[in-house]
């Protein structure tokens, strides 16, 4: 008796098929994993999940063999920096999810919509996967060229939005979600252009790094041109050069604190910079810089800044 081919074909596919179908619940995974179940414990909450019911499946076997990779890969991790690590994706992941469950709710209400939402997940799942090999494959290029160093000389860099506060009790809150979506769009087009890298958003404030001190002053310079019009209200810069800790995507060191200081204390419309940066770009004529007195600020009482502008003479006052 011949074999069904169609019988066949489906044999072949139920391994791959099952092979992503939740399996496991938490605690099976844990047990087949061999982890302490107190770190289990400790992990998963910081991936974001309430202990609740332990009874649903969870995971594949896809999932596990990719969890059982990653767990052999980081034993000689210290623990808290895992918890750490945990406590960054489940953020991130978070975060994502609670964007795009918004935009699901809204597109898939349209009844002449043509796909369900579990067809949108699988799209987007797709999509994610897609923008993050992209971008793993550059932070891996830039690690590998700072990989000797323990820290990193990097040109800091804010820009907030002026007297955010106040405009936000005056309009209301589908006004405020644009506003604060087209300072991101346009503030991200303006670092990425240049070479910096947004590092992240903080409400009416968006934090990026530089390597170049010419590229971030002439970032800054552009930054206050999305106010040009009704686009945006008038921006603020704050910059500043230094030695900083980059740790899970995010920067640490005295550059962060600086830059901020600097970003308040900016007048609207304007770039302030830090003695560092106003002495790598002095002789690049396309910058023009004001000195001011000396800054008393939190954290500082002697802060030397500049005023960045564009040279009255230069190409960039074009």
Same mark, same amino acid.
């Given at each position: 008796?011949?074999?069904?081919?169609?019988? %066949?074909?489906?044999?072949?596919?139920?391994?791959?098929?099952?092979?992503?179908?939740? *399996?496991?619940?938490?605690?099976?995974?844990?047990?087949?994993?061999?982890?302490?179940?107190?770190?289990?414990?400790?992990?998963?909450?910081?991936?974001?999940?309430?202990?609740?019911?332990?009874?649903?499946?969870?995971?594949?076997?896809?999932?596990?063999?990719?969890?059982?990779? /990653?767990?052999?890969?980081?034993? %000689?991790?210290?623990?808290?920096?895992?918890?750490?690590?945990?406590?960054?994706?489940?953020?991130?992941?978070? &975060?994502?999810?609670?964007?795009?469950?918004?935009?699901? *709710?809204?597109?898939?209400?349209?009844?002449?919509?043509?796909?369900?939402?579990?067809?949108?997940?699988?799209?987007?799942?797709?999509?994610?996967?897609?923008?993050?090999? *992209? &971008?793993?494959?550059?932070?891996?290029?830039?690690?590998?060229?700072?990989?000797?160093?323990?820290?990193?000389?990097?040109?800091?860099?804010?820009?907030?939005?002026?007297?955010?506060?106040?405009?936000?009790?005056?309009?209301?809150? &589908?006004?405020?979600?644009?506003?604060?979506?087209? /300072?991101?769009?346009?503030?991200?087009?303006?670092?990425?252009?240049?070479?910096?890298?947004?590092?992240?958003?903080?409400?009416?404030?968006?934090?990026?790094?530089?390597?170049?001190?010419?590229?971030?002053?002439?970032?800054?310079?552009?930054?206050?041109?999305?106010?040009?019009?009704?686009?945006?209200?008038?921006?603020?810069?704050?910059?500043?050069?230094?030695?900083?800790?980059?740790? /899970?995507?995010?920067?640490?060191?005295?550059?962060?604190?600086?830059?901020?200081?600097?970003?308040?204390?900016?007048?609207?419309?304007?770039?302030?910079?830090?003695?560092?940066?106003?002495?790598?770009?002095?002789?690049?004529?396309?910058?023009?810089?004001?000195?001011?007195?000396?800054?008393?600020?939190?954290?500082?009482?002697?802060?030397?800044?500049?005023?960045?502008?564009?040279?009255?003479?230069?190409?960039?006052?074009?």
């Amino acid at each position: 008796m011949s074999e069904d081919p169609q019988s %066949s074909a489906e044999d072949d596919r139920r391994p791959t098929q099952d092979a992503n179908a939740p *399996r496991y619940t938490r605690d099976e995974l844990i047990a087949r994993l061999e982890i302490d179940p107190n770190f289990a414990e400790k992990a998963w909450n910081a991936f974001g999940f309430a202990r609740r019911s332990t009874d649903d499946k969870v995971a594949s076997e896809n999932d596990l063999a990719a969890l059982r990779m /990653f767990a052999a890969s980081s034993e %000689s991790m210290p623990e808290s920096t895992k918890i750490a690590m945990a406590r960054a994706i489940g953020q991130t992941m978070s &975060h994502l999810a609670d964007w795009e469950a918004d935009q699901l *709710r809204d597109i898939t209400a349209d009844p002449e919509f043509p796909w369900t939402v579990e067809q949108m997940c699988a799209a987007l799942g797709q999509v994610q996967q897609l923008i993050w090999r *992209r &971008h793993i494959a550059i932070a891996l290029e830039r690690h590998r060229e700072h990989a000797a160093e323990e820290e990193v000389d990097l040109v800091v860099g804010f820009a907030d939005i002026v007297g955010y506060t106040s405009l936000s009790r005056r309009i209301d809150l &589908h006004d405020l979600e644009e506003l604060l979506g087209s /300072f991101e769009d346009e503030t991200f087009s303006v670092v990425v252009d240049h070479g910096g890298r947004v590092i992240k958003t903080l409400g009416d404030a968006v934090m990026f790094t530089f390597e170049d001190a010419h590229a971030a002053a002439e970032a800054a310079i552009r930054i206050h041109e999305l106010s040009d019009g009704d686009r945006l209200p008038p921006l603020r810069v704050g910059l500043a050069r230094g030695p900083v800790l980059q740790r /899970f995507g995010d920067v640490f060191g005295e550059p962060v604190n600086i830059a901020s200081r600097l970003t308040s204390s900016a007048r609207p419309g304007s770039t302030l910079v830090d003695d560092s940066i106003a002495e790598e770009i002095g002789a690049d004529d396309r910058f023009y810089l004001k000195s001011i007195p000396t800054l008393r600020v939190r954290g500082y009482k002697y802060l030397k800044a500049r005023v960045l502008e564009p040279h009255k003479r230069g190409p960039l006052a074009e």
